[in-house]
């Protein structure tokens, strides 16, 4: 991985947030990581996973996340539910937004706006618990091109442009030390969400569930050690209809990712 020349984000230096790179907020793969995208469009600057979600990355949508999506998830979206106020707190939506305070929190308002920009609260804390120590970070967006669905491909994964996410990799002495990823996966037409983690040579470290509440059988399966140590390049395809090839499938998809847009890039 070539990460030099590129932006950081350290969580001791917590007003660099507004310039760093995009982070994805776990949503559904439809979403991801559009929302962020389409929301430093709108308001010209990247929020928290918390704009969207009750608790973070990987949690269900809060009342905002629920009125973006139900207003098409598009740019369009954000005009339609600006005068609307999400969090009951007495400030609209777009007011909130401009503000820099967060709409889908009461406790946030454009007079009291919070910490829910600082940089410990961008980086999903499941990240952070996989890395204990570290206190830098380069979240690296993973855009798609047609050259990386082909890669994939060639891989045995198929990979869409709605697969497009965001890579978390910790650094230390300005070294990257790792990878981690959050994804979504799909059983019986229902979502959840996965964490993976790899090492610096791109080898799975860690495969864990994180948010299971459509899927509970998914935190109960015992397919997740079945990973570890494989280089990404390597995992195996899913087959079959139940959770643990669902999960498979999952991982698959999101190990390929990781090597078509870290490996030799």
């Given at each position: 991985m070539d990460l030099k020349q590129r932006p950081l984000f350290r969580l001791t230096t917590a007003r660099q947030a507004g310039w760093l790179l995009l982070l994805a907020c776990a949503l559904p793969a439809q979403a991801e990581p559009a929302f962020a995208r389409l929301y430093k469009q709108q308001y010209g600057?990247?929020?928290?996973?918390?704009?969207?979600?009750?608790?973070?990355?990987?949690?269900?949508?809060?009342?905002?996340?629920?009125?973006?999506?139900?207003?098409?998830?598009?740019l369009a979206a954000f005009a339609k539910i600006a005068a609307l106020d999400a969090d009951g707190d007495g400030a609209r939506n777009a007011e909130e937004a401009l503000a820099k305070s967060n709409p889908g929190d009461a406790k946030s308002t454009p007079s009291s706006k919070g910490e829910w920009l600082d940089t410990a609260s961008l980086i999903p804390r499941e990240v952070q618990a996989l890395f204990p120590g570290v206190r830098e970070y380069l979240p690296r967006d993973a855009v798609l091109t047609d050259a990386d669905l082909a890669r994939a491909q060639a891989l045995g994964a198929v990979l869409a442009k709605a697969d497009e996410n965001t890579i978390y990799i910790p650094l230390t002495d300005k070294k990257p030390v790792g990878t981690a990823l959050i994804f979504?996966?799909?059983?019986?037409?229902?979502?959840?969400?996965?964490?993976?983690?790899?090492?610096?040579?791109?080898?799975?470290?860690?495969?864990?569930?994180?948010?299971?509440?459509?899927?509970?059988?998914?935190?109960?399966?015992?397919?997740?050690?079945?990973?570890?140590?494989?280089?990404?390049?390597?995992?195996?395809?899913?087959?079959?209809?139940?959770?643990?090839?669902?999960?498979?499938?999952?991982?698959?998809?999101?190990?390929?990712?990781?090597?078509?847009?870290?490996?030799?890039?």
């Open positions: 600057y990247t929020p928290s996973c918390n704009a969207c979600h009750k608790d973070g990355g990987g949690t269900p949508n809060n009342a905002y996340g629920q009125q973006f999506k139900d207003a098409g998830e598009n979504p996966a799909e059983y019986q037409g229902k979502l959840f969400f996965l964490l993976l983690a790899t090492d610096r040579q791109l080898k799975v470290t860690r495969v864990q569930p994180l948010n299971t509440a459509h899927v509970p059988a998914a935190a109960k399966s015992g397919v997740y050690a079945s990973f570890q140590g494989l280089a990404v390049d390597q995992l195996p395809a899913g087959g079959g209809v139940g959770v643990d090839a669902a999960i498979t499938t999952a991982v698959k998809k999101a190990g390929t990712l990781l090597y078509v847009r870290l490996k030799n890039a």
